[in-house]
């Protein structure tokens, strides 16, 4: 089984890493017994967040159970020093002494990663847990390549988290050569695009045929969590029916899907574009309005849309946002029918 050392952390894990994302929307006994089977297989590292609800805790319950080591990744969204806290709170909720990696979460805008990064910011937060010992090495998250180009020549980081899949590759060529020459550790989120993309097989055969990364899919059920780790067991690069897959898809969504860069931003409605186009697979991934309370938020507010197409010239990857958010606002009111 392939092996990667994410950079000067000197963590060597299996090439596969896992997700906790979905298992929010299961029960507790589901949720605990995918992440003992995806122990249980191979898996070595696990990612989690507190902003994933139950996650942590339920990952802290299965791993009570069982008595493989794992490498935990977590993060928080707090942007102050008080991010401290949140460290104690997960090293609770996880049932350990001490997290290997602990993320500044989706730091994507630049106001925002100057206040992490400035005094009294979380990065403050994390070093100071880091010399008292919660945790051992410091990371940042973005759907951003822009910051994350930033954080790299800034070389404060010991590993990134970076959106990398066949619809989103930009990472790398803009993010994989830096991270690699200044030896900083790459794990790869939304390898599905938020689960944009069904095919397991090519999707994971991309990611995994990219050297230095480690893709951190998700998994509700035991037998996806096996689906995937039997792609990543066999080893297998990408064949023709594979490259075909992929170019199909491309064609599908290439003036459908939303990259998350922001570049639209601002909205004169206060819009948030990114979720909103995203809505279906926020949806898929999170919970309806019922289960999570901002998902209502977003789609409410998406009706303020006055199709003023300010917008459209921002988007480098030329989408027809305002149709786009009509389309997903109609899926979004058949849901309550």
Not at 47 to 55: C, E
Not at 172 to 181: E, L, Q, S, T
Not at 302 to 315: K, V
Not at 323 to 337: F, G, P, Q, R
């Amino acid at each position: 089984m392939q092996k990667e050392r994410l950079g000067r952390t000197n963590l060597t894990v299996k090439k596969l890493g896992w997700g906790s994302i979905p298992i929010q929307r299961v029960s507790e006994e589901q949720a605990v017994s995918v992440v003992q089977a995806a122990v249980e297989m191979g898996v070595d590292l696990i990612d989690t967040a507190r902003a994933y609800t139950t996650s942590e805790r339920r990952i802290g319950l299965a791993l009570s159970r069982i008595c493989r080591p794992v490498i935990l990744s977590t993060k928080s969204a707090n942007r102050t020093e008080k991010i401290y806290d949140d460290v104690q709170e997960s090293l609770r909720q996880l049932r350990v002494k001490k997290i290997q990696i602990y993320h500044l979460h989706n730091v994507s805008k630049a106001e925002d990663y100057e206040r992490v990064m400035g005094p009294g910011g979380a990065y403050e937060g994390l070093k100071k847990a880091r010399a008292e010992g919660l945790i051992d090495h410091i990371g940042l998250t973005s759907h951003s390549l822009d910051i994350l180009e930033k954080a790299l020549q800034e070389d404060r980081f010991e590993v990134i988290m970076a959106c990398y899949s066949f619809l989103e590759p930009d990472a790398a060529r803009r993010i994989f050569p830096v991270a690699r020459a200044k030896d900083i550790g790459v794990l790869a989120m939304k390898p599905f695009s938020g689960g944009v993309i069904e095919d397991a097989g090519p999707a994971l055969k991309y990611v995994l045929s990219t050297p230095d990364v480690v893709p951190i899919p998700g998994s509700e059920t035991v037998e996806k969590a096996r689906e995937n780790w039997k792609i990543y067991d066999e080893g297998q690069p990408l064949s023709e029916a594979d490259q075909a897959c992929i170019q199909q898809v491309r064609q599908q969504f290439d003036q459908q899907f939303c990259r998350r860069c922001d570049y639209c931003q601002p909205c004169s409605q206060g819009i948030n574009i990114q979720l909103m186009m995203g809505i279906k697979s926020v949806i898929r991934r999170f919970g309806g309005p019922d289960e999570i309370a901002w998902v209502k938020a977003v789609a409410e507010k998406a009706r303020e849309c006055t199709e003023c197409e300010d917008c459209l010239p921002r988007c480098p990857y030329r989408l027809p946002i305002p149709e786009l958010i009509k389309k997903n606002l109609e899926w979004y009111d058949s849901l309550k029918k």
